[in-house]
């Protein structure tokens, strides 16, 4: 996993929660390089799952409700450190469909080693999409939480019902079902 997504998650625990949490979840978590992050190296992606769990266990959320909250604040952050990707969309459904195509696309020419998933999207109507997670590393939590944020960023509403499908392989696989409320 890319430098960057740590030094995000980094980021936002040390302003949310303070320095002194940051520095305990870093020791808790028995990080090989204590916790020294470059936004563009790459790291074991369980790293960032066992400061989760050090979080986790330091604060009483759960795993998948801290990596959700992390989603939904990254794509904050997406949309002012990448803000070029974010020109001509202006809904979330338009933008979502764009990810596999286009965004992560644009990600692995700034990072050509990024571990990513896949997103294919089908709009059956023009009202609801849905989205097809896909990615040996089980991060569903993490791509609710983005979807969550996307859809704040656009100011939408929109219901979200997600459906965990059985692993076809090494593959983690997850159903997005979004439909636009009136
Ligand atoms: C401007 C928007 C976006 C940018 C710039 C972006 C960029 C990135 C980057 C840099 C990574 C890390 C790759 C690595 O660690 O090697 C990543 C991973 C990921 N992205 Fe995106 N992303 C965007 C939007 C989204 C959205 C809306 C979703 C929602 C489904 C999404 C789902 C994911 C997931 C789940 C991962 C984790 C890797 C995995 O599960 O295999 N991304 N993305």
């Not at 989760?52 to 330091?58: D, G, M, P, Y």
């Not at 979807?147 to 979200?160: D, N, P, Q, S, Y």
Request: charged fraction near 25%; charge should be negative.
């Amino acid at each position: 996993m890319k430098g960057v997504v740590f030094t995000e998650f980094m980021e936002l625990v040390e302003n949310r929660m303070g320095l002194e949490m940051l520095d305990r979840i870093i020791t808790e978590a028995k990080l090989p390089n204590d916790g020294a992050y470059t936004s563009v190296g790459t790291y074991d992606h369980a790293e960032l799952v066992r400061l989760v769990q050090a979080l986790s266990n330091a604060t009483g959320n759960s795993v998948p409700q801290l990596i959700h909250m992390f989603g939904e604040h990254l794509f904050q952050r997406f949309s002012v450190n990448y803000k070029p990707l974010f020109a001509d969309t202006h809904n979330a459904f338009d933008f979502l469909a764009r990810i596999d195509d286009v965004i992560h696309v644009e990600v692995r020419k700034l990072y050509p080693d990024a571990e990513l998933p896949t997103l294919p999207c089908e709009r059956p109507s023009a009202d609801t999409l849905v989205m097809h997670y896909s990615s040996p590393r089980g991060f569903g939590d993490l791509a609710e939480g983005l979807i969550a944020g996307c859809i704040r960023h656009f100011g939408e509403t929109i219901a979200v019902t997600r459906t965990d499908l059985p692993k076809e392989g090494a593959l983690h696989r997850v159903r997005f079902d979004l439909v636009k409320q009136a």
